[in-house]
């Protein structure tokens, strides 16, 4: 990525300035200046990692979060055209994933950002929604029959949720594949009560994942 596309980035994104940073990013999308992947992992993803809020703006902290991750959202959005201009040319898996954030988690950027890399990498994947009840979980895999259902969780208080919605997963359809990603699975005791077959956090795991299940 050029020096300073970061940086002049989180400038206009600090100023909250919604149609330049569409602009910003679309144009090195359209230009062939970073691919989808570079632009998530480069770009979008580092914008709201390393998001912090100024002493003096802590009051209005939350609103400016979410303003930020609505700017992020449509630039994904609109990063799917971008996508399916790609698809034709990617070998397929012929595998279909059901991306989601379990009941209570609100945190659905990166989420969203695998749904496409798997799209990339030749899944079937859909992302259905963040704060997903377990009973929609559930009629969503009886609905769509998907190989594998990845759930995304970010904060801790959701595990115990996380574990009650795999265990059902698990009872009642014990032929889809569990895969866990996001920053609550980090620590490796956090998953120890909970049913799952492979932990994704990377493009990387990903694409090692793809050749796994396409061996
Ligand atoms: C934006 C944001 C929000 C937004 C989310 C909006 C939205 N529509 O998504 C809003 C304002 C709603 C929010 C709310 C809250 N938030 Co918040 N939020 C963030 C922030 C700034 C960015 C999160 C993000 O999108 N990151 C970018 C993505 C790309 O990163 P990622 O999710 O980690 O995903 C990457 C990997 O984990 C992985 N991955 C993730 N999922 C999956 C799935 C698969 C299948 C795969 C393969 C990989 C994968 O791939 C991604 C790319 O590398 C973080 C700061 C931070 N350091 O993370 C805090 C943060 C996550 N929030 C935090 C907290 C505490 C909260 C609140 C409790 C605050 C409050 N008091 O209300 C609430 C909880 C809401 C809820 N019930 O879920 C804490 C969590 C601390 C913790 N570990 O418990 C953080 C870390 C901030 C902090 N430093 O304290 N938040």
Not at 160 to 173: A, G, L
Request: glycine share 4%; charged share 25%.
């Amino acid at each position: 990525m050029p020096k300073d596309t970061l940086s002049q980035f989180l400038e206009i994104l600090d100023q909250e300035n919604k149609q330049e940073a569409v602009r910003f990013a679309t144009e090195l999308l359209e230009k062939g200046i970073l691919s989808i992947e570079e632009l998530y992992i480069q770009l979008l993803a580092p914008s709201l990692l390393f998001f912090s809020c100024k002493v003096a703006d802590e009051e209005i902290c939350i609103w400016k979060e979410h303003f930020r991750t609505s700017i992020i959202r449509t630039i994904l959005e609109i990063s799917y055209t971008y996508i399916l201009k790609r698809l034709h040319q990617i070998p397929k898996v012929n595998k279909k994933v059901v991306i989601l954030t379990p009941a209570f988690e609100y945190h659905e950027i990166g989420a969203i950002m695998n749904a496409h890399f798997m799209l990339l990498e030749g899944f079937d994947a859909n992302y259905i929604g963040a704060n997903t009840p377990k009973n929609e979980i559930l009629s969503a895999i009886r609905a769509y029959e998907p190989d594998f259902i990845a759930l995304s969780v970010t904060n801790p208080y959701n595990l115990v949720i996380t574990k009650q919605i795999t265990d059902e997963i698990r009872r009642f359809f014990p032929n889809v594949g569990i895969i866990l990603g996001g920053q609550a699975f980090r620590e490796k005791h956090n998953v120890e009560s909970i049913k799952y077959d492979y932990i994704l956090q990377s493009l990387d795991d990903l694409k090692a994942f793809r050749k796994q299940v396409s061996a």
